[in-house]
């Protein structure tokens, strides 16, 4: 078995929890493709089998979110999970938080939260943290595209739509909405509703991930890739898969490489000589 099954990750869950889940039902090496904290939910895109290899050419990047935040308050981890760090009495309103939004639309400059992934010194920023040791994380450039102001959820919060680039912190979006509001802030929801190709309507919920529906929500590795399309003869798809020299009038760059209807893997024109980056066969 091969390709991507998306799975509708339930809040207070571990990604890894639905890898597991989804090798146990299909005997398959897996992994997935751009984690989600466990309070989050929503889209987390597993690759299933020789798919695990596609991953660094899976070039459409754009992930939506669906974030709630509150205003009055920020955390250690910047969401609701964490200990209270920070108060204040300045609440923005309806308006400012609508009004300020498009400021942040663009590539801006963001630092990760530091219960995050982020490697210092060859450690998790989570690990060092949760330990209580004190260190700061570069800022990085980020790209939004867009924020749609949702509307009010309560006294005090709000809820957003962001679509941005791999890499994204909402946590950190957050926070820094506040900060511009002369406020503190804290993400207490958050949905991602796309990762690429990948959306609500081709996933399936954890919890109706099944030995019969497996099979049903397999996505074709094709249907995630991008490239233009290089159909090889029978001569030429033997040349490939014996790993021999092919020369092809393709102009240099990245293609999707099929043997006759069969997806052999991404492959690389350069100097008309073909080579197949990430392979789907043995």
Sequence with gaps: MQGFISVIKPENCNSTRV??????????????????????????????????RLFPYLIE????????????EERDTLDATGTVTK??????????????????VGEISQVPPAYSA????????????????????AAKT??????????????????IRVSCGGGTYIR???????????????????????SGV????????????????VAKFLIPSERALSYPRITLNAKFTKRIIDG??????????????????????VGEVTATRLKIKAFLKE
């Excluded at 308006?95 to 942040?104: D, H, K, T």
């Excluded at 982020?118 to 920023?125: E, I, L, P, Q, W």
């Design 19 to 52: 890898v597991a889940r989804v090798r146990k039902l299909t005997g398959a090496a897996c992994g997935h493709m751009g984690t989600l904290d466990p309070m989050a939910s929503g889209v987390l895109p597993v690759a299933v089998g020789k798919a695990t």
């Design 61 to 72: 990047k754009q992930k939506v979110y669906v974030a709630e935040l509150l205003f009055g």
């Design 87 to 104: 108060t204040t009495d300045v609440i923005p309103t309806k308006e400012q938080v609508e009004a300020i939004l498009p400021q942040f």
């Design 118 to 137: 982020c490697f210092v010194d060859g450690k998790r920023g989570y690990a060092l943290a949760r330990r209580g040791v004190e260190f700061t994380l």
């Design 142 to 159: 980020v790209r939004i595209d867009a924020i749609e102001y949702l509307g009010q959820t309560g006294e005090n919060s709000h809820r």
């Design 172 to 194: 950190s979006l957050v926070r820094d909405i506040a900060y511009a509001l002369g406020s503190y802030g804290t993400m207490t929801a958050l949905c991602r509703t796309q």
């Design 198 to 213: 990948f959306t609500l309507e081709n996933s399936i919920a954890l919890d109706d991930l099944t030995e019969e529906t």
């Design 244 to 265: 021999l020299p092919t020369n092809l009038p393709n102009s240099d760059g990245l293609y999707t490489v099929f043997g006759e209807d069969v997806l052999l893997g």
